[in-house]
């Protein structure tokens, strides 16, 4: 450790990325990446890339994607901040809207890089655990962020992750407003993997956004775009907490010309992406089933991944630390978390139909 080093970072532990193999020939299913390329409209978009525009800064706010986005969701320009991965977005909630000493909720389990940007900025970070099958009860949940408890404050800032990572659980429009009306503080919902819930179930946040000014969607263009590589994110809220992360706490070019000019492509081309999310629909539904009748136990998703319990090996131990390891050792990927409650599971990304089949089949020795 240098002496150099920030006396509050002293005890943090970093954000751990999952596993980025250099061979191309790896099935790659750790890291919830779309397993379809962008549109080719975001190609296109590369292509007519002209090096001379580069010379010159970006536009600061990415005005052109914006006004897509705010086409797309049906909401204004002011509601909506482009950001360097939806990661950045998370970053500028911590900076714009806590103050050091400040309390932070989420749910455990979590996206476990909020914990980490939390103590960054000198935040108390406090979970509550969501149920066995990860359900969340709306009104405990409620008194935990309002700091029902004795010797509890009220957090500033609530974030849910929904559709929920790693379990694939969406919780409802109903849930999650119930929980915003009744909370004093911003509420984040992380929609990284909204784009795959089933427009079957009419889901959506966006009215929620227009009636209630503490709540935030983030959006990514990391899953549901197939643009993981371009980091680009976006979040869709309130004018006045949007203008704040603008004009005070986000870098002045926070986003590149290319990145714009591919975000904007891909997001425009609502009709390839939709197709893209109906295919790992269906690869999520013959998954489940393929990996039930090996006898995991399965969480219903809305995500681009499963998670599935596998049955302890005979002495008790892990099979799941198993299955990774053989899955590896066969060059494929999955996300394996080392921790009590999810030390029996993998985290299964959906890939490509012939992506899948492989990991059955790999498997099913492994379980029988
Ligand atoms: C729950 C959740 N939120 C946000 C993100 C951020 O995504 P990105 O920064 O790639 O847009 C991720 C990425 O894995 C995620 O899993």
Redesign the pocket.
């Known amino acids: 450790m240098s002496r150099f080093l920030r006396q509050t970072l002293r005890d943090v532990k970093g954000y751990v990325p999952?596993e980025q193999p250099e061979r191309a020939d790896i099935i790659k299913l750790n890291?919830?990446e779309n397993p379809y390329p962008p549109s080719p409209k975001a190609r296109e978009a590369l292509a007519a890339v002209d090096p001379e525009t580069l010379r010159r800064y970006p536009n600061p706010t990415a005005r052109s994607f914006r006004e897509a986005a705010a086409e797309v969701h049906g909401v204004g320009p002011d509601n909506i901040i482009a950001?360097?991965?939806?990661?950045?977005?998370?970053r500028l909630v911590f900076a714009t809207f806590a103050d050091a000493g400040d309390r932070i909720v989420s749910t455990d389990p979590?996206?476990s890089?909020y914990p980490v940007l939390a103590s960054l900025e000198g935040l108390r970070f406090e979970a509550l655990a969501l149920d066995d099958h990860y359900g969340l009860d709306p009104q405990a949940f409620l008194r935990f962020a309002c700091g029902a408890e004795p010797g509890s404050v009220p957090a500033k800032v609530a974030l849910i992750?929904s559709p929920h990572?790693p379990s694939g659980k969406l919780f409802t429009a109903a849930q999650l407003t119930g929980i915003a009306e009744g909370f004093p503080g911003l509420l984040v919902v992380?929609e990284?993997?909204v784009d795959f819930v089933d427009p079957a179930l009419g889901h959506s946040l966006l009215a929620c956004v227009q009636s209630l000014p503490n709540v935030l969607l983030?959006r990514?263009?990391?899953?549901g775009y197939g643009l993981?590589g371009l980091?680009?994110?976006y979040g869709i809220g309130h004018p006045d907490l949007i203008a704040e992360m603008t004009g005070l706490t986000k870098d002045s070019y926070n986003t590149d010309v290319i990145a714009q000019a591919l975000a904007e492509a891909a997001l425009r081309d609502q009709h390839y992406a939709a197709d893209t999310w109906q295919r790992v629909r269906s690869e999520r539904d013959r998954m489940h089933a393929e990996l039930t009748a090996l006898g995991c136990a399965v969480y219903p998703s809305q995500t681009n991944f499963l998670l599935a319990e596998l049955p302890p090996l005979a002495d008790g131990s892990s099979r799941a630390a198993a299955a990774y390891a053989a899955l590896k050792q066969a060059g494929i990927l999955v996300r394996y978390f080392d921790t009590p409650r999810l030390a029996h599971a993998l985290r299964i990304t959906l890939g490509t139909p012939a992506q899948n089949t492989a990991v059955i089949a790999k498997l099913t020795p492994l379980l029988r």
């Open positions: 999952g890291t919830n950001t360097n991965g939806g990661d950045e977005l998370l979590t996206y890089l992750v990572a992380d990284a993997y983030l990514s263009l990391s899953k993981a980091r680009f994110g």
